[in-house]
Nanobody, 118 residues
Framework: QVQLVESGGGLVQAGDSLRLSCAASGGSFTNYRMGWFRRAPGKEREFVASIIWAVGRTSYADSVKARFTISRDNAKNTVYLEMNNLKPEDTAVYYC???????????WGQGTQVTVSS
């Protein structure tokens, strides 16, 4: 049973940094794209960043490029989202996702709240 557990959210001020973690268990994620998505109040869920586990290739939404960095730790089976220079518009629930590159399997974590005050 695949499980994704996010942690690291919290309340910070504009300009601060946070690091989110996504601990993945229940399988091998070598053939997966791992991603971070977010849903702000009253808005649709949107893509933030992704990484292809096997090769480390990353992709970012324009709104977070140069401020956020996604990475993975193979030994810990964990994906991170390092968020710098946070802005109030980054306030959202952040979700970790795992998408298989060879099937239609998709998994989601429960989300972690990030609130940025101005």
């Amino acid at each position: 049973q695949v499980q994704l557990v996010e942690s690291g959210g919290g309340l910070v001020q504009a300009g601060d940094s946070l690091r989110l973690s996504c601990a993945a268990s229940g399988g091998s994620f070598t053939n997966y794209r791992m991603g971070w998505f977010r849903r702000a109040p009253g808005k649709e869920r949107e893509f933030v960043a992704s990484i292809i586990w096997a090769v480390g290739r990353t992709s970012y939404a324009d709104s977070v490029k140069a401020r956020f960095t996604i990475s993975r730790d193979n030994a810990k089976n964990t994906v991170y989202l390092e968020m710098n220079n946070l802005k109030p518009e980054d306030t959202a629930v952040y979700y970790c996702a795992a998408s298989s590159l060879s099937s239609s399997d998709n998994y989601w974590g429960q989300g972690t709240q990030v609130t940025v005050s101005s």
